[in-house]
């Protein structure tokens, strides 16, 4: 019997056991990102709830910028949004509250055009049924007002308009070529979609046209959040917004500071033209 119980233990989704742990640490996790098209690069703080010391300061975050996930304690927070360069005391131009809940993951984004220019917390989502994946899309084209969202030639958002998020929807595991429609003007990129695993796709504009990113919210069972950027497979990789090069997972101008150590900032500006079927 013993044995038997250990064997059902071993057995337990990896999953489960990742969010248990997660949750009696009391960790949840946050990104930050600038999606807003017109708007200048920006310095981007959070605080934690009561301390006017910044957790994490993000500089120079230029549109289509996207931090990895970076585990926190769970509690209350803030996030404040000041102009390039402006000093730490100074007023921020926007601000927010977030509650990071243990086993959570959560995007606090820059969001909409500069006049109105809002920052939005979206809950992420880091489980999927059995043998799917999960995705969802953020539209941040401002040069298409409208899109349409398609995976392997279905309709998945058939309406996205601009500065919107989508919900998460199952679909099966596979390799799947996407495309962002808008008027004019396609984006079509080809990435894997592995079951367990949970994906962003964010709709950017591009030195030429639409460009989509796929951000992995989740890789898998038993992994935790990582933000990262799937380049996809096969094509031409395409450059980020205003960037000579395919995106970095350094910036130079947009070093992130933490208190206790440095993080990385990423770029995502990878774009995908591919004319092929699944």
């Known amino acids: 019997m013993l044995m038997a119980a250990s064997a059902l233990l071993v057995g337990m989704p990896a999953a489960a056991a990742s969010a248990a742990s997660s949750a009696a640490a009391g960790t949840g996790w946050i990104r930050l990102a600038h999606l807003s098209p017109n708007t200048p690069a920006v310095d981007v703080y959070l605080y934690s709830f009561g301390n006017s010391s910044a957790k994490i300061v993000l500089h120079h975050v230029a549109y289509g910028t996207v931090s990895p996930y970076e585990a926190v304690g769970a509690g209350d927070y803030s996030v404040a949004m000041r102009n390039a360069g402006a000093a730490a005391s100074s007023q921020p131009v926007l601000s927010t509250s977030v509650t990071v809940k243990a086993g959570k993951a959560y995007t606090v984004a820059g969001m909409g055009p500069e006049s109105g220019l809002r920052l939005q917390v979206m809950n992420d989502q ?7 994946s999960e995705v969802r899309v953020i539209q941040a084209s401002l040069k ?7 995976c392997g030639g279905q309709a998945i958002v058939p309406k996205a308009t601009f500065a919107s998020v989508s919900s998460y929807q ?11 429609i808008g008027s004019g003007n396609t984006a079509t990129a080809r990435f894997k979609m592995s079951a367990g695993t949970v ?4 709709v950017l504009d591009g030195a030429s046209g639409l460009e989509i990113v796929n951000l992995e919210d989740a890789a898998g069972a038993g992994q935790p959040p990582a933000g990262a950027v799937s380049t996809g497979f096969g094509g031409t990789a395409g450059h980020g ?6 995106w970095l997972a350094l910036i130079g101008a947009g070093a992130l ?7 990385r900032l990423r770029r995502h500006g990878l774009r995908r033209q591919m004319n092929n079927g699944i």
């Open 126 to 132: 880091l489980t999927t049924p059995s043998g799917k």
């Open 241 to 246: 917004p205003g960037s000579p090069l395919p």
């Open 199 to 202: 994906h962003t796709m964010v």
């Open 144 to 150: 298409q007002q409208t899109v349409k969202f398609t």
């Open 257 to 263: 500071v933490a208190v206790g150590g440095g993080l």
């Open 170 to 180: 199952a679909i099966p595991a596979n390799t799947w070529n996407m495309q962002a």
